[in-house]
């Protein structure tokens, strides 16, 4: 039962007509250069198109070529001039159909570009569009486009929803590496060049990926990424001198230490010459860090930098820092000020092969946060957006919570920063600041189920997200459509359906969980499931604060923890006031009475019992409209999401007689409605 294993690489049967005539022209593939990642993206074209056209390429009268500018293919040389190949930047392509022959060619100034290129053709293709007159020219707008695994070398995943690690098992490496090199190509078909293998939380056994005992093995990890233009990182731990160097510290400014980390680095790229370098989680959650020596961040990281600089590697820092123990009667600490208070001090002081890597928001991967006001405040540090495609606060990949509007949201978000303009994406991508090194990174969500994600739809996340760090413009719908197609298929009742499941889907989880911005009521631990009070006398920070009058944190300046405050121009101004805070956050930055009257004229009270009822009507909804669908694709494929969907329709109703039922229980108001509260 290989049920969605192939992904958005399914490759649909186009059937007999005017297209299947338009694609069955192309007689072969013309391709000169010898590069592993050219020779990846021929066996991608070739696949692709005879598994869309039912037979291997040949018998037409045009063909695909691609190859380099100055590569040695003169199909390619001939079909862009100058001002095409200067407008190609590294990892860019150009794909033009020659009006003579009919010739299809793809055109890089590197060999990644080439398989980019080739997967946007094939893209074109799966979702059935027109290639008679192409004439594409893309870059990708970030440098860096990496994936995030939390695996454990015992092949349990932290965070993940889908079964075990595809890497590791039984603290070993996995032998055979099939399942990864099919990740490789997924990666490199939505766009993505960088990967850190194994969980930020570096245990023990992790540790040793640096020793000669992992070496080899993560090398041949290495080699299959390579292949797929992708470049692999390790998370580190901090304290490696002292757990496999025999030291006796691993204090950042101590001589010894300094050249441990040299040496290291020199035996990691002796094995991989390409190694991106180190992902770090430092004085983060129990993780060891500078702060032992009374040394801070910026030492910490640049110790490291300094010992990757000669090889061009990069030391990609965790802003994650917060005090995990902290008091809950203690109400000046607030966790959401943490990575600002921090970091914002330190900026000038990293090297310039440092990225600091900051969450979207400032708590946790929520359903709804504020964003980072971390991120554009460091103007002469690189910095790098980290989001969360596994489903860890958004229903475990068991409820449906497409997140590429959320992204998009805040990706869109205006900071300020230097003045107007100064959105996060532009921060992320390096040109408000004008940062050599920036980007995308996010938590994968896949594991070994056969459909890599758990939830098949929560294929559309990372492919999403992969789509959207090559190109933040492209719109949630475009991408949704793209990955529908490609997946399921082309049938347009399905397509529009489907699009219509996403789309709602963050919108519809929100309803039926925290409201208004507050978070968190998740069970410890594992975090899913209701539990109002389950964080609330807790030592992780993440309280709501409700009482008999009212809910929500006081962030202000004025009279609450001053977080609001690190905000600039307007936004400052907007979460400070009660008035001008939009609803869905105004539980983040303001404690109010459960009267208190939001913008959409409805009491708070009022507001947490409408949107619990709706939530799961329109959880209910959903399945409903999967079932409609029964017949437009496979069985299996149809059976697996229609199971998801029941018991997402039926957990929602746990979270909202629970919600419910605490409110009233606290406030003693009534539903005007006067529906089931129990
Ligand atoms: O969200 C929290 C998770 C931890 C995770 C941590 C982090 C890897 O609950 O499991 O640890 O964030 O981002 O470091």
């Known amino acids: 039962q290989q049920t969605g294993y192939q992904a958005w690489l399914e490759y649909h049967r186009i059937t007999p007509g005017e297209l299947v005539e338009q694609y069955a022209v192309y007689s072969g593939i013309v391709c000169t250069e010898k590069d592993e990642v050219i020779q990846s993206a021929v066996l991608e074209l070739s696949r692709g198109i005879s598994k869309m056209l039912g037979k291997e390429i040949g018998e037409g009268r045009a063909v695909i070529a691609l190859g380099t500018f100055g590569g040695g293919n ?174 006796s510290t691993a204090d950042p400014l101590d001589p010894a230490v300094r050249e441990w980390w040299r040496v290291k680095a020199a035996e990691v790229y002796a094995a991989i010459p390409d190694f991106g370098g180190f992902l770090v989680k430092a004085d983060s959650e129990n993780r060891p860090g500078p702060f032992t020596y009374d040394r801070d961040h910026a030492d910490g990281s640049n110790m490291l930098a300094e010992a990757l600089k000669p090889y061009g590697g990069i030391v990609i820092w965790r802003c994650f820092v917060y005090n995990c123990k902290q008091d809950w009667r203690d109400r000046a600490t607030d966790r959401a000020r943490a990575a600002y208070d921090h970091f914002k001090p330190l900026d000038g002081r990293f090297m310039d092969n440092v990225i600091l890597q900051v969450k979207n928001g400032p708590m946790d991967f929520q359903v709804r946060e504020p964003v980072s006001p971390l991120i554009g405040a460091m103007e002469t540090t690189n910095q790098m957006i980290e989001f969360q495609i596994t489903q860890e606060y958004t229903g475990q990949q068991r409820h449906l919570c497409y997140l590429v509007p959320q992204w998009k949201e805040v990706l869109d978000f205006e900071t300020y920063a230097k003045g107007e303009g100064s959105s996060i994406k532009r921060i992320v991508d390096g040109s408000l600041h004008g940062n050599r090194l920036s980007g995308f990174a996010a938590v994968s969500n896949i594991g070994n189920d056969v459909n890599w994600t758990g939830h098949l739809l929560a294929q559309a996340n990372l492919y999403g997200y992969g789509r959207l760090a090559w190109n933040p413009e492209l719109s949630a719908e475009e991408i949704a459509e793209e990955w529908i197609r490609m997946t399921l298929g082309g049938d347009e009742k399905l397509v529009s359906v489907v699009l219509s499941m996403l789309m709602h889907s963050w919108s519809i989880y929100e309803a039926y969980t925290s409201p208004l911005g507050v978070g968190w009521m998740v069970n410890p631990d594992h975090h899913y499931g209701p539990n109002v009070d389950g964080y609330e006398y807790s030592k992780w920070g993440t309280y709501h604060f409700a009482d008999c009058h009212g809910i929500g944190v006081d962030r202000t300046k004025a009279t609450g923890t001053g977080y609001a405050a690190q905000y600039k121009g307007n936004n400052y101004d907007t979460y400070e006031s009660v008035e001008n805070c939009p609803d869905e956050l105004l539980l983040f930055f303001h404690h109010v009475p459960y009267t208190h009257v939001l913008h959409s004229g409805q009491t708070v009270i009022q507001h947490i019992y409408n949107t619990h009822f709706e939530g799961v009507e329109r959880a209910e909804q959903l399945t409903a409209k999967w079932a409609s669908l029964e017949g437009s694709m496979g069985e299996l494929v149809h059976m697996h999401v229609a199971d998801r969907l029941a018991e997402q329709a039926a957990h929602a109703k746990e979270w909202r007689d629970m919600i419910n039922t605490y409110f009233f229980r606290k406030s003693g108001i009534e539903d005007a409605m006067g529906r089931k509260i129990y």
């Open 74 to 247: 003169e199909l390619v040389d001939r079909a862009f001039g100058e001002e095409t190949r200067s407008a190609v930047v590294h990892e860019g392509f150009a794909i033009t159909t020659d009006q003579a022959s009919g010739n299809i060619v793809v055109g890089a100034s590197s060999a990644s570009g080439v398989l980019y290129g080739v997967f946007h053709l094939l893209r074109l293709f799966s979702t059935h569009q027109s290639v008679k007159a192409l004439d594409v020219i893309e870059n990708p707008v970030n440098m860096l486009r990496m994936i995030n695994q939390w695996d454990n070398i015992d092949g349990s995943i932290e965070r993940g929803y889908a079964g075990k690690s595809i890497f590791f098992e039984n603290n070993r490496i996995t032998e055979d590496l099939t399942r990864v090199r099919d990740y490789a190509r997924l990666l490199a078909s939505s766009g993505l060049n960088a990967i850190s293998i194994n969980n930020v939380n570096v245990h023990q056994w992790e540790t040793k990926f640096l020793t000669e005992e992992y070496l080899p093995d993560v090398a041949r990890v290495a080699g299959v990424f390579r292949s797929y233009g992708i470049k692999l990182f390790l998370s580190v731990n901090y304290a490696s001198p002292l757990e496999i160097g025999g030291l």
